[in-house]
C-alpha cells in the first residue's frame, strides 16, 4: 500500500469479483480492471 493512496473497500473487490464471475465478462479477455478507489481516473 502507498502512503496517502486511497484504500479500496472490501466491498469493491467482492463487487469485480462476482461481475468477473458473471456471464456478463463472458468476452473479457486480456483486460487490465483495476480497483483501485478511483485513484487512476484522477
Do not use: H, I, N, R
Not at 3 to 31: E, I, K, N, R
Amino acid at each position: 500500500m502507498l502512503p496517502g493512496a486511497p484504500s479500496v473497500s472490501p466491498d469493491a473487490v467482492a463487487a469485480a469479483v462476482l461481475f468477473l464471475a458473471t456471464d456478463g465478462a463472458a468476452y473479457m479477455t486480456g483486460v487490465e480492471l483495476p480497483v483501485d478507489g478511483g485513484w487512476l481516473a484522477q
